[in-house]
């Protein structure tokens, strides 16, 4: 079976060791550089840029992208290839680290890039593939991401996600996976999931790469708030 096929099937994928640890090592030397543009607290308040420092006990924060750093590219360098060979016409489109602060019970299941915008939320094309680089050896003390197989065949509204409409039941069929360091997780942006409570005393960061359909990279940047809230797009 192969990767298309495995991503419109199950919804992802999961690739064990696949980035060298020493690139992994090299990637988290530039953690220090990293701000946040976006973030959450745990009752989902939601922030971006100068606002976020009006939030109360910040559960989970998004940096600002990280495509032009040169411990990156390494990485994004051995991304690519499995995208370009398996999937026509997709092209990287944007990339930042996530990370899920010591303690946090923050769970908020949703789509991703570009089935968040209402334009494409129900659109059942494989637009999107995002893919997360464990930072770390996550499991499900140290908030391994969670999601639910086969979810990307059914509908899910995104003012729905944001409201919570669907956390009892993501909640009721989630599934988290032990992710060894280095470890690459590839899923398709219309199955549901999310961060899950980080059960430990040290914040988790994972690294997001997100590739898309290249006939509507332009439609989606033009709208979307990871650039709005980070600066234009280079």
């Not at 411990?71 to 092209?91: A, S, T, V």
């Not at 899920?100 to 659109?123: C, E, L, M």
């Not at 993501?170 to 690459?184: A, E, R, S």
Request: proline share 3%; aromatic share 12%; with cysteine.
């Amino acid at each position: 079976m192969n990767i298309k096929t495995s991503l419109e099937k199950e919804g992802y994928l999961l690739y064990e060791n696949f980035i060298p640890r020493v690139l992994i090592s090299d990637f988290k030397k530039r953690l220090t550089d990293l701000y946040a543009v976006r973030a959450s607290t745990a009752d989902k308040i939601y922030a971006e840029g100068k606002d976020i420092d009006n939030l109360k006990n910040v559960s989970v924060w998004w940096s600002q992208t990280v495509h032009n750093f040169e411990e990156f590219k390494k990485i994004k360098r051995l991304i690519d290839p499995i995208i370009q060979h398996n999937l026509e016409n997709f092209d990287f489109y944007a990339s930042d680290v996530v990370t899920i602060k010591a303690g946090s019970q923050w769970v908020s299941p949703h789509i991703d890039t570009p089935y968040r915008f209402k334009q494409w939320n129900f659109d059942q094309r494989m637009l999107g593939v995002q893919c997360i680089v464990a930072l770390g050896n996550l499991s499900k003390e140290s908030a391994s991401t969670g999601l639910v197989p086969f979810s990307q065949k059914r509908e899910f509204d995104i003012d729905k996600c944001y409201t919570g409409v669907y956390d009892r039941w993501f909640k009721d069929n989630v599934k988290q996976y032990n992710m060894p360091i280095g470890t690459l997780l590839l899923y398709h942006c219309r199955l549901l999931h999310s961060s899950m409570p980080n059960n430990t005393t040290e914040d988790r960061p994972a690294l997001l790469l997100n590739y898309l359909n290249k006939n509507i990279i332009n439609e989606v940047s033009k709208i979307d708030n990871v650039w709005t809230s980070n600066g234009q797009r280079s």
